[in-house]
Nanobody, 123 residues
Framework: QVQLVESGGGLAQAGGSLGLSCAASGRAISAYSMGWFRQSPGKERAFVGDISWNGGNTYYADSVKGRFTISRDNAKNMVYLQMNSLKPEDTALYYC????????????????WGQGTQVTVSS
């Protein structure tokens, strides 16, 4: 079992930045691809991006490409999401998720989820 806890959410102005963290426990995440997803009220949970098990590859949704960066520190069992040039449409509950080995973009493909952290971007 892997427990995931997100932190770092909050309120930001449009054009500003926020950094999210995802702390994993229970098992080393070095064998897991780690994904970030977000969900707004009334909408489905959407893929934001993910990072391969060794950090060698990252993938992003078109809506965040060039603005968001995912990184990880396997020694600390941590994953990060740096969000720059924030827009009001980035407002959502952000989730960290873990999937053994191969990467994926659909929520049902992930094995473990955190509870989420709220990000609100004002215009």
């Amino acid at each position: 079992q892997v427990q995931l806890v997100e932190s770092g959410g909050g309120l930001a102005q449009a054009g500003g930045s926020l950094g999210l963290s995802c702390a994993a426990s229970g098992r080393a995440i070095s064998a897991y691809s780690m994904g970030w997803f977000r969900q707004s009220p009334g909408k489905e949970r959407a893929f934001v991006g993910d990072i391969s098990w060794n950090g060698g590859n990252t993938y992003y949704a078109d809506s965040v490409k060039g603005r968001f960066t995912i990184s990880r520190d396997n020694a600390k069992n941590m994953v990060y999401l740096q969000m720059n040039s924030l827009k009001p449409e980035d407002t959502a509950l952000y989730y960290c998720a873990a999937k053994l080995w191969a990467r994926a973009t659909r929520p049902p493909q992930y094995d473990y989820w955190g509870q989420g952290t709220q990000v609100t971007v004002s215009s």
